[in-house]
């Protein structure tokens, strides 16, 4: 039994846990790879992210020193830009669509590019927005997480006055409590909340929990519209023998907990297997491994070719030292007076496609044992399935059905993760402004969310 923690000195947590992708050294650097840019008129890199930020535009501003409207074009389209310049996965998204993939070249750094915009405007306060006549119309959202902050912050320009119930002490949601601290500190969470809540006219109400501190027919009743983006946060059982033993934690409380303590007060294994291969199941391994696991061991039971996680976050995995077991099951986690010491795997091969369209996988008959003091299930994460059924709001499998938005209760509206089962923080950040745009036509408003005017200073 190797579960510890105080594993290392201060000094190596700091390492360890510092920025893994880091910022340009200066304005040149940055001016460089803004130069590179083809401006290209049919952008593929704009259409590939999902909040359409117009790219060509704000990295020409970077090249004629006008980072405040650069920083505006960003934050219009996506008012944690900031955030998803660190944690989007880019290598999907705009970097992986932008031309010079084509030729072979090295794409824009287009995620540095914006992350030099956007912390120059939150380190220097800059207010690149300012609110319309208040409309005397007032709505509740649910969940501080990116759809509720991007739904607030779209309401709150336009004269709408805000009030968001989170049940953390913290807002930033998955952004704050479930992405790898070398990604995103919790400060820089706490000061992005700050700076998109600084347009005034939004409020949060930490500790209240949908369910039990406020209800839904409370809110309807003293609110002109609702917003549900409470997302979804429980974690899926594997359903396999031994899983309640001593050591067998789930992906997102173990990164709950090094959000929410000191690292050296968390607790790790000295060997840990990680099951999962999705972007959770990645930061869980790089982050035991980066706590001073001796061994990190990641079971996936398909192959390289149907992994959910990228390429980029492979690689980061690979470099901290973690192993990958592909085509490994996990059967039953083993444990001796009640505290994991391995993980019984099945060997599998590849079948015929699934539902999803990837060979499935089979069992091959052999199985194997891995040694292991600690176990990280990072299968998933599950809606929020008993609170919304108690809301009495129609649902598939705990996920809130909408149509545009609408859920089937008047006056309320849902988006994000807990819509759609879990996606990329930039999806919740769109789906935090369809949401929006649908209230403001509930409530009879009309809503500029593309068209928002800058301060003067900040128009190009
Ligand atoms: Fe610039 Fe690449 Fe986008 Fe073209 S695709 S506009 S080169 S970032």
Known sequence: MAISNNRLTAAEYERNFSDVHPPFDGRESALVEANRCLMCYDAPCMKSCPTSI?????????????????AHTILQSNIMGAGCSRVCPVEKLCEGSCVYNFLHEAPIPIAKL??????????????????????????????????????AHVL????????IFEKEESGGGLMTYGIAAYKVTPEFCREEVEYITSI????IRYGQELGRSISLTQLRAEYDAVFLGFGVGLARRLDIPGEDLEGVVDAISFIYGLRTQPLAQTPVGDRVIVIGLGMTAIDAATQAKRLGAKEVTIVYRRTRAEMPCTQVELDLALLDGCKVLWLAAPEEVLGTDGAVTGLRCSQMRLGEPDASGRRAPVHSGEEFVLEADMVIKAAGQTPFEEMVEACDLQHTGGKVAVSGNVTSIGGVFAGGDCVNGGREVVDAVQAGKDGAAAIMEFLGLHAEVKKNVPTPEAII
Not at 125 to 146: C, H, N, Y
Not at 200 to 203: A, D, L, R, S
């Open 54 to 70: 117009d790219i060509p535009k704000f990295i020409h501003q970077i090249t004629t020193d006008n980072v405040k409207g650069s």
């Open 114 to 151: 914006q992350r030099y915009s956007t912390e120059m405007a939150m380190q220097r306060q800059w207010q690149l927005f300012t609110r319309k006549p208040e409309t005397g119309k007032r709505v509740a959202i649910v969940g501080a997480g990116p759809a509720g902050l991007s739904c």
């Open 200 to 203: 005034g006219g939004i409020t």
């Open 156 to 163: 709150a320009r336009e004269g709408v006055d805000v009030t």
